[in-house]
């Protein structure tokens, strides 16, 4: 009897197992069927709209032109035949007399110099700044490094007496340490050749020394057919040969060649700002406009920053006529909307959280008047603006010189009484205005932000940033603003 009792327990607790296991399984999927469920219908039935994110940044992009360098070049010859050794780097400022390289009748040349242990430390310094700054995308200017020792060491030696005594000698003003070789003189075998005047040194030609603004073409603009010409050599020079470049003046000239929209654009303008793509550096030169043939220049007169930039002829430059800057949006997403408006001095603070607020009349059960606070959302306080300069038209109205708060018409109606802090001064709601603004999708459902337009065009325009209740970088908007309504709930793509 015992085991079939046994038996008839075990077949229960099966049983009931299999109940169960039935149930939580049923269970389980039908919440999950029923959530899905749910998910799809709000899907199907929330408001589809495409979104906008807002950048910061100008309502267009500043043209990008390519630039034609005028400067005041000299090309300097080699006064007699021989083997080339350099003693200034490219893009080095020499002074007039400054040794720029000397000749030699023979490839290889020894000479024997003693450096002073001061002018030995000079020579180490300037190797360590040069170790500590070097790129090895820039390799070339390994070379023009060595030239630049090989300068500077020869004129430590030629300061310290080592030239031959028929060389003309002359102290320089602004370094008294250093002599200065005038002309040309022998060191060893070689004849050094000193600069006939101040400038910076440039071991290349392309035919456009010597040219001014005026004689320029319309041919000088094509980059196609521009050509230069390397003068660097470790072979034997002819007299006569272009040795290297003086630049010798750091007043310079860009040409930009302009289409007849873009030369509208900088009519009345008599300066401009101008970014090197090259290195992002950016200056204001003075502008004026002109014909080159058929072709309308801008002609941008600078007066720094030629150095950076001695070794090139052409440059791609950014015209920065687009300084106005914001957050930029459609105008397809903007909208107006209703506020009533109440004078600022009314605002007072209240409530557990001390928000921002009016004290709105009520009445008690007895009849008497009383007040209350009621929280409100401020979308706009020109108070705020005429602290910050701006003046307003109605100069009669004490309320208007004041300012107004733009406050949401759900939280007042018409002919609400508000009383002003500490005064028996009141104000009935009722008088409305316009902001414009755009739909915030970020929290999911529509939710309007004011705007103040900087600037605009046919499609966009710039707002300001960081306005009460405005937008921000990033923030998600409505594209088409008409297509929505305030608190629709939302579903972007």
């Not at 309320?399 to 018409?409: L, M």
Request: glycine letters at 8%.
């Amino acid at each position: 009897m015992r085991e079939k009792i046994l038996t008839f327990i075990k077949k229960l607790l099966s049983i009931i197992k299999k109940i169960f296991t039935f149930n939580i399984a049923t269970l389980l999927f039908g919440a999950l069927f029923i959530y899905m469920l749910i998910t799809v219908l709000l899907y199907i039935t929330s408001t589809h709209v495409t979104s906008y994110q807002v950048t910061a940044g100008p309502l267009s992009r500043n043209p990008v032109c390519t630039a034609l360098a005028v400067r005041d070049e000299e090309v300097v010859t080699a006064d007699s035949p021989g083997y080339i050794r350099y003693y200034a780097r490219e893009g080095m400022k020499v002074r007039k007399g400054g040794n720029v390289y000397a000749l030699s009748d023979t490839k290889n040349v020894k000479s024997d110099i003693t450096l002073s242990k001061d002018q030995l430390e000079q020579v180490r310094t300037r190797i360590a700044d040069f170790s500590n700054n070097f790129s090895g995308t820039d390799f070339y200017d390994a070379y023009s490094f060595k030239y630049e020792m090989q300068g500077l060491i020869f004129q430590q030696a030629s300061s310290q007496g080592t030239a031959p005594a028929d060389a003309v000698e002359d102290q320089d003003e602004e370094d008294s340490d250093v002599t200065v070789i005038r002309g040309s003189m022998t060191f060893g075998n070689q004849v050094v050749h000193t600069s006939p005047s101040a400038g910076l040194v440039i071991y290349s030609t392309d035919g456009y020394e010597g040219k001014t603004v005026e004689d320029l073409t319309e041919e000088d603009f094509n980059q196609k057919a521009y050509e230069k010409n390397d003068l660097l050599t470790d072979g034997q020079a002819k007299a006569g040969d272009a040795v290297y470049k003086l630049v010798k003046d750091d007043n310079w000239t860009l040409m930009v060649p302009l289409s007849d929209k873009l030369a509208a654009k900088l009519a009345d303008r008599k300066s401009i700002k101008v970014k090197f793509l090259k290195d992002g550096e950016t200056q204001t030169g003075q502008l004026s406009l002109m014909n080159v043939g058929n072709q309308k220049v801008a002609k941008i007169t600078l007066k720094n920053g030629m150095v950076r930039y001695a070794s090139d002829r052409f440059l791609k430059i950014e015209l920065v006529i687009n300084t106005q800057s914001g957050l930029k949006i459609p105008m397809r997403s903007i909208v107006t909307k209703e506020f009533y408006i109440i004078p600022s001095s009314f605002l007072t603070k209240g409530g557990n959280e001390n928000s921002a607020g009016f004290l709105r009349e009520t009445a008690t059960k007895g009849g008497d008047k009383t007040t209350e606070f009621v929280s409100a959302t401020i979308y706009k306080n020109t108070a705020e603006e005429n602290q910050d300069g701006e003046v307003s038209e109605d100069t009669e109205n004490t309320a208007a010189q004041d300012g107004y708060c733009y406050v949401d018409k759900q939280t007042f109606q018409d002919g609400d009484v508000l009383h002003k802090p500490e005064t028996q001064e009141t104000f009935v709601v009722g008088e409305i205005d316009y902001l414009e603004g755009v739909y915030s999708m970020n929290k999911g459902y529509a939710v309007f932000r004011q705007i103040d337009i900087i600037d605009q065009n046919e499609e966009y325009c710039i707002v300001k940033p960081n306005t009460s209740y405005g937008l921000e970088a990033f923030d998600r908007i409505v594209d088409d603003g008409e297509s929505v309504k305030e608190e629709d709930i939302l579903t972007g793509k």
